[in-house]
Antibody
Framework: QVQLVQSGAEEKKPGSSVKISCQPY????????IHWVRQAPGQGLEWLGW????????RYSQRSQVRVTITRDTSAGMVYLELRRLTSEDTAMYYC???????????WGQGTEVLVSS | TVVAQEPSLTVSPGGTVTLTCASS?????????PNWFQQKPGQPPRPLIY???NKYSWTPARFSGYLLGGKAALALSAVQPDDEAEYFC?????????FGGGTKVTVL
C-alpha cells in the first residue's frame, strides 16, 4: 500500500528550528517528487516547496525560501522539511504530498503538528 | 500570484453547485495544471481532480472538473450531505504552486 508516514508532533520555542520527516512506503522513493504543504489552525493550505525524486532538485515558494530547506536521504528513503527561526505564525499542520507525473498530488501524509509557543 | 475561490457556497441536497478558481495573473489554462481537493475537519486533504479534468479512481462520478471562462471549475452534482466540506484548488503559476483560499460548501 502506498503511503507517506510523517514524524510525530513537535513543540518548539520561538527562534528555534524544527525538522520533520516523511517516509514513503510502497513505491520507489526516487520515482516521485515530494511536496510540503502546511495549514495553520482554521486557515487554508499553503504550498512550501518540493524536492524532485529523480535528482533532488528543490524549489520553494517565495515566502518560504528564506527559512525552509527540503532535503532527502536516499539511502534511508526519507524526505525532510526544516524550518528555521520559528515564530508563532509557523504553528500549523505540515503535510508531505507525492506528485506523480506533472500534475497530480495523489498521496498525502497524515500530517505533523508543529506548535510554536513560548 | 493570488488564486481566488468563492469563500462559501450553499447547495440543497440533490442539487448542483459549481466552484471556481481564478488566477490574478491571467486566464487559467491547462498549463496551470489545476488540482482540486476536498477537506473535512481533522483530516488531510483528499485529492479529487488533477490536470483540470482528470479524476482519481476514488473520485465520485458526481464530481467534474473543467475549464470555463478563464477559470478552473469543479462541479458537484446530485449533492449529498457527505459532500459538505472545504474545497481547495491548486494552480501551477510561474514555476511554483499556489493554493486558493478554499470554498466552504454547506449542504442545507
Amino acid at each position: 500500500q502506498v503511503q507517506l508516514v510523517q514524524s510525530g508532533a513537535e513543540e518548539k520555542k520561538p527562534g528555534s528550528s524544527v525538522k520533520i520527516s516523511c517516509q514513503p512506503y510502497g513505491y520507489i522513493f526516487t520515482d516521485y517528487t515530494i511536496h510540503w504543504v502546511r495549514q495553520a489552525p482554521g486557515q487554508g493550505l499553503e504550498w512550501l516547496g518540493w524536492i524532485a525524486g529523480v535528482n533532488g532538485v528543490t524549489r520553494y515558494s517565495q515566502r518560504s525560501q528564506v527559512r525552509v530547506t527540503i532535503t532527502r536521504d536516499t539511502s534511508a528513503g526519507m524526505v525532510y522539511l526544516e524550518l528555521r527561526r520559528l515564530t508563532s505564525e509557523d504553528t500549523a499542520m505540515y503535510y508531505c504530498v507525492r506528485q506523480p507525473g506533472l500534475s497530480a498530488f495523489d498521496v498525502w501524509g497524515q500530517g505533523t503538528e508543529v506548535l510554536v509557543s513560548s | 500570484t493570488v488564486v481566488a475561490q468563492e469563500p462559501s457556497l450553499t447547495v440543497s441536497p440533490g442539487g448542483t453547485v459549481t466552484l471556481t478558481c481564478a488566477s490574478s495573473i491571467g486566464a487559467v489554462t491547462g498549463d496551470y495544471h489545476p488540482n482540486w481537493f476536498q477537506q473535512k475537519p481533522g483530516q488531510p486533504p483528499r485529492p479529487l481532480i488533477y490536470s483540470a479534468t482528470n479524476k482519481y479512481s476514488w473520485t465520485p462520478a458526481r464530481f467534474s472538473g473543467y475549464l470555463l471562462g478563464g477559470k478552473a471549475a469543479l462541479a458537484l452534482s446530485a449533492v449529498q450531505p457527505d459532500d459538505e466540506a472545504e474545497y481547495f484548488c491548486l494552480l501551477f503559476c510561474g514555476g511554483v504552486w499556489v493554493f486558493g483560499g478554499g470554498t466552504k460548501v454547506t449542504v442545507l
